[in-house]
């Protein structure tokens, strides 16, 4: 029988190694732009009763969620607070927010599988039906209720249609900030209830300025690689550092040069090594299918012939990938069978 995970737990499945978590993080990186349109509409005291707050992952939306949340539990929707929507780290607000422990705030979550104990593939209708009496709760002491459903985008149609009754008759002095990576994915009529928020991959220059903050000890050559990896996320740059990803990215680089004389020994020890890191295998098919859209593209210039069976291969090993996390697949087996097709491909026509 799978061990049951406590509630705090299921919190901390997005934390990255030795990085505060958003919950915890005073500071919200280059969202200046729609953190001052959140604060001229909290301050003006007409915030709408939901905002989406859209983007790639790892760009800073749960944090820019949780900076909200404080506010409003601290302040409410007045200009009582500073123009920035920040709180004093004194204030006992921020430490039971940090705690994971705010009478007035709700984060909404996928849970664990009670027969796998892993996390669901989807954020089910159990979990947004907390809402229903969170919000019909006597507001506390700061007279607001707010609510972080992280990510929105993960729903299934259940939750969805929950999630909707919610937000066709909003309860006052509430707030539903709905965190979403692709916003497209929820319905319509759920968008057209929220006020979009969207916020933008960082730039380079200011993820490298980040990285050297954070992670000191890298190598000019190391964050200069990680930012380009990252493609503006500086989640995605610390998870690389914490899982060892600049190797991971070398490794599928070797994969790819390797193919027409593959070491089969090597590919089977390196999937072995991925598997056991904690995001090892998105990673890796990440990896995996840049470093064949870099040599497709490089052919494409070339006027090369035959690269349609290079974006075929490239698409099904993304597709294998995501089918591998998303059912709890073997990794191993994912990871020897992308390098068995490029492989038999590679031998018909070197890339």
């Given amino acids: 029988m799978p061990k049951r995970v406590r509630e705090e737990e299921i919190i901390e499945t997005d934390r990255i190694g030795g990085q505060p978590h958003p919950r915890e993080a005073p500071a919200l990186v280059g969202q200046d732009e729609a953190l001052a349109r959140a604060a001229r509409a909290i301050r003006g005291g007409r915030p709408p009763q939901a905002w989406l707050i859209a983007g790639p992952p790892g760009i800073g939306k749960a944090t820019f969620a949780y900076r909200v949340a404080r506010y409003l539990l601290c302040y409410g929707a007045n200009d009582?607070?500073?123009?920035?929507?920040?709180?004093?780290?004194?204030?006992?607000?921020?430490?039971l927010v940090r705690a994971g422990a705010h009478p007035g705030l709700l984060v909404v979550k996928r849970g664990l599988s009670e027969r796998t104990g892993k996390l669901m593939t989807e954020l089910g209708v159990d979990e947004v039906r907390k809402l229903g009496p969170f919000f019909g709760m006597t507001a506390g002491a700061g007279g607001w209720r707010v609510a972080i459903?992280?990510?929105?985008?993960?729903?299934?149609?259940?939750?969805?249609?929950?999630?909707?009754?919610?937000?066709?008759?909003?309860p006052q002095r509430s707030m539903l900030l709905l965190v979403a990576h692709a916003p497209a994915r929820l319905v319509p009529t759920i968008r057209s209830r929220c006020q979009l928020?969207?916020?933008?991959?960082?730039?380079?220059?200011?993820?490298?300025?980040?990285?050297?903050?954070?992670?000191?000890?890298?190598?000019?050559?190391?964050?200069?690689?990680?930012?380009?990896?990252?493609?503006g996320s500086l989640g995605a740059a610390l998870r690389l550092v914490e899982e060892d990803g600049l190797k991971l990215a070398a490794e599928a680089e070797r994969l790819i040069d390797g193919a027409s004389?593959?070491?089969?020994?090597?590919?089977?020890?390196?999937?072995?090594?991925?598997?056991?890191?904690?995001?090892?295998?998105?990673?890796?098919?990440?990896?995996?299918?840049?470093?064949?859209?870099?040599?497709?593209?490089a052919r494409a210039r070339q006027n090369e012939a035959h690269?349609?069976?290079?974006?075929?291969?490239?698409?099904a090993i993304q597709e294998n990938f995501a089918r591998a996390l998303a059912l709890h697949l073997e990794p191993k087996q994912t990871i020897l069978s992308a390098a068995q097709a490029t492989a038999r491909l590679?031998?018909?026509g070197a890339l």
């Fill in 80 to 95: 009582r607070g500073p123009e920035d929507l920040s709180v004093p780290l004194t204030d006992a607000a921020v430490a």
């Fill in 149 to 170: 459903i992280d990510t929105a985008d993960e729903m299934n149609p259940n939750a969805a249609n929950a999630l909707l009754k919610i937000l066709e008759e909003p």
């Fill in 197 to 231: 928020l969207r916020l933008s991959p960082l730039s380079d220059e200011l993820l490298a300025r980040e990285l050297v903050e954070r992670v000191p000890d890298l190598a000019p050559g190391d964050r200069a690689r990680l930012v380009a990896l990252a493609g």
């Fill in 261 to 297: 004389a593959p070491d089969f020994a090597a590919t089977f020890a390196l999937a072995e090594r991925v598997a056991r890191l904690d995001q090892g295998v998105d990673a890796f098919g990440g990896f995996l299918a840049e470093a064949l859209a870099n040599r497709i593209l």
């Fill in 307 to 315: 690269l349609d069976r290079w974006v075929q291969l490239r698409s």
């Fill in 346 to 348: 590679a031998r018909r």
